[in-house]
């Protein structure tokens, strides 16, 4: 079956750093693009970052700039890079396919930016 396990997340202050990873399982990895995706209290979960099987990357402009995917097709891993983080930038994070069907979520982890 599908499985996501995220990890990274944490508090930190804004205009700090974090880096999250995700180990996929389950599916044929290197076929699919990957996303990471977030989810702030109150609002419906989206799309921030993606990265195609071929490395080419997509960012929402609220992250463009600052935040950085990568996945490593051998090991089943999504990174996400996260500098110069912002209050806003508050939410649980999660990996998945960048589909319009997503697979079964994961837990997800949380990012906190707050001082």
């Known amino acids: 079956q599908v499985q996501f396990v995220e990890s990274g997340g944490g508090l930190v202050q804004p205009g700090g750093s974090l880096r999250l990873s995700c180990a996929a399982s389950?599916?044929?990895?290197?076929?699919?693009?990957m996303g990471w995706y977030r989810q702030a209290p109150g609002k419906e979960r989206e799309l921030v970052a993606k990265?195609?099987?071929?490395?080419?990357?997509d960012y929402v402009d609220s992250v463009e700039g600052r935040f950085t995917i990568s996945r490593d097709n051998a090991a089943n891993t999504v990174s996400l890079q996260m500098n110069s983080l912002k209050p806003e930038d508050t939410a649980v994070y999660y990996c998945?396919?960048?589909?319009?069907?997503?697979?079964?979520w994961g837990q997800g982890t949380q990012v906190t930016v707050s001082s």
């Open positions: 990265i195609f099987s071929g490395g080419s990357t």
């Open positions: 389950g599916i044929m990895f290197r076929s699919y693009p």
């Open positions: 998945n396919v960048a589909l319009l069907a997503p697979k079964a």
